[in-house]
């Protein structure tokens, strides 16, 4: 397998633009998770699907932001509009079930969003 | 909120000598994972550690973990260049949801 693949690995773009990042995890995984990293707040949850279907939203900064997953090898994480404070840099991860747990996640590469 | 801070900030050493990394939570968990970050890359993980284990070992890597004084430590032995990176631990999230939670890392330098 590949790896979770991110894409674009960077995007510059202007504030107020829509932006679309997008992920696909491991074959068989069955949870996905969108990260975002600054080096204010370091590496911060923002959403995270369970087959397919979104389960905590709660760290979606406001609702400019949107994720969805329809179907288990695709992933999208939107910004519309996008403002300067959106720069950062944003994972893709994914990760089987344990019994008690989740796995080891495995990170993309990750997508380096600068908004201007 | 951050459940898992690693301490120090960050840490240089020559190569040959032993890294060690810490990081304390406030609430219970499940599991304590351990991962690296390369300058410009994704993370890795390297251990995963059960709230009823208190040591795991992995090349040379060393994990503990003392739940009751909600810590855990990472000693890399005999470190080499290729080990600068970052490393954070994750803890399960506050309410036992499971999903991990990132400190914001140690950020280790080694000296060839």
């Known amino acids: 397998d590949a790896g979770v693949i991110q894409s674009p690995r960077h995007e510059v773009t202007e504030m107020g633009q829509e932006v679309t990042l997008?992920?696909?995890?491991?074959?068989?995984?069955?949870?996905?998770?969108?990260?975002?990293q600054t080096m204010m707040r370091g590496l911060e949850l923002l959403i995270y699907f369970n087959n397919n279907v979104p389960i905590d939203d709660s760290g979606m900064p406001e609702d400019r932001f949107s994720a969805k997953m329809p179907n288990a090898s695709f992933s999208t994480l939107k910004i519309q509009p996008s403002e300067p404070r959106d720069s950062a840099v944003y994972f893709c991860a994914s990760s089987f079930s344990l019994v008690a747990g989740v796995g080891e996640l495995f990170f993309g590469e990750g997508s380096r969003l600068t908004v201007l | 909120s951050q459940q898992g801070e690693e301490d120090p900030q960050a840490l240089s050493i020559q190569e040959g000598e032993n890294a060690t990394m810490n990081c304390s939570y406030k609430t219970s968990i499940n599991n304590l994972q351990w991962y690296r970050q390369n300058s410009g890359r994704g993370l890795v993980h390297l251990i995963l550690i059960r709230s009823n284990e208190r040591e795991k070992h992995s090349g040379?890597?060393?994990?503990?973990?003392d739940t009751s004084k909600k810590s855990?430590?990472?000693?890399?032995?005999?470190?080499?260049?290729?080990?600068?990176?970052s490393y954070f631990c994750a803890t399960d999230r506050p309410g036992g949801s499971y999903i991990p939670t990132f400190g914001r890392g140690t950020s280790l330098i080694v000296h060839p």
């Open chain 1, 22 to 36: 997008r992920c696909k995890p491991i074959s068989g995984h069955d949870y996905l998770f969108w990260y975002r």
């Open chain 2, 60 to 65: 040379r890597l060393r994990v503990t973990l």
């Open chain 2, 72 to 85: 855990s430590s990472l000693l890399i032995t005999a470190s080499r260049a290729a080990d600068t990176a």
